[in-house]
């Protein structure tokens, strides 16, 4: 049996644990439903996983891959508001196709799979690490030019940054009446600086009660 033999497997039947997931939920899913979405024996995926928990962690490993190439293809010496920009553009990118709501509903599953599964844990930790140390590098890099707050911490800034697409994907999972073109403009807006149209001069007074 080749390796890419192996890879092919291995993504029919992750594809198939997609959709069994979508349609009956991650508890209500056994393995030989995924096995049969797949066209494959009963007993075939346990060749290539070991359990339905070591399907989400691939999948959860997948996300990660994905995640790393992202940034992989930043040009780090752009300009911060450039960067950001691109960053925007690139994770809600999924958000404008067809099947988003679907895509949205999974990755709650996977989330809540995660707080039981270790290893699914382990790498979807892993995920939101990378995805912070990468940010909070820009961040720095940012402050250094004069460009963002010196006082503000890097991470909490990429954790906030990040949060901006959770947001959505809860959102879409839940099937809100959510304009992604629009949330898209408002997040740049705001990891950018753009939202507010102007800067106070001096603080106003606070009026406190007596």
């Given at each position: 049996?080749?390796?890419?033999?192996?890879?092919?497997r291995?993504?029919?039947?992750?594809?198939?644990?997609?959709?069994?997931?979508?349609?009956?939920?991650?508890?209500?899913?056994?393995?030989?439903?995924?096995a049969?979405?797949?066209?494959?024996?009963?007993?075939?995926?346990?060749?290539?996983?070991?359990?339905?928990?070591?399907?989400?962690?691939?999948?959860?490993?997948?996300?990660?891959?994905?995640?790393?190439?992202?940034?992989?293809?930043?040009?780090?010496?752009?300009?911060s508001?450039?960067?950001?920009?691109?960053?925007?553009?690139v994770?809600?990118?999924?958000?404008?196709?067809?099947?988003?709501e679907?895509?949205?509903?999974?990755?709650?599953?996977v989330?809540?799979?995660?707080?039981?599964?270790?290893?699914?844990?382990q790498?979807?930790?892993?995920?939101?690490?990378?995805?912070?140390?990468?940010?909070?590098?820009?961040?720095?890099?940012?402050q250094?030019r004069g460009?963002?707050?010196?006082?503000?911490?890097?991470?909490?800034?990429?954790?906030?940054?990040?949060?901006?697409?959770?947001?959505?994907?809860?959102?879409?999972?839940?099937?809100?009446?959510?304009?992604?073109?629009?949330?898209?403009?408002?997040?740049?807006?705001?990891?950018?600086?753009?939202?507010?149209?102007?800067?106070?001069?001096a603080e106003?007074?606070?009026?406190?009660?007596?």
């Amino acid at each position: 049996m080749t390796e890419a033999h192996v890879e092919a497997r291995r993504n029919q039947i992750i594809e198939a644990a997609r959709e069994c997931f979508l349609e009956r939920g991650f508890h209500a899913t056994k393995i030989q439903d995924i096995a049969k979405r797949a066209g494959l024996s009963t007993g075939a995926p346990y060749r290539y996983f070991e359990s339905k928990d070591d399907i989400v962690a691939a999948m959860c490993s997948e996300a990660l891959d994905r995640h790393r190439n992202r940034f992989g293809a930043l040009d780090i010496d752009a300009a911060s508001r450039a960067i950001f920009e691109e960053l925007t553009s690139v994770y809600l990118a999924a958000a404008h196709d067809p099947g988003a709501e679907d895509s949205a509903r999974l990755t709650l599953q996977v989330w809540e799979e995660s707080t039981h599964s270790e290893r699914a844990g382990q790498v979807l930790r892993s995920d939101f690490k990378m995805i912070h140390t990468q940010v909070s590098k820009i961040v720095s890099n940012a402050q250094d030019r004069g460009e963002i707050d010196s006082d503000l911490d890097p991470i909490s800034v990429a954790q906030t940054m990040v949060s901006l697409v959770l947001g959505l994907i809860v959102q879409l999972a839940a099937g809100t009446d959510i304009n992604v073109d629009r949330y898209e403009e408002s997040t740049r807006s705001l990891v950018t600086g753009r939202l507010w149209t102007s800067t106070p001069s001096a603080e106003e007074p606070v009026n406190t009660p007596v």
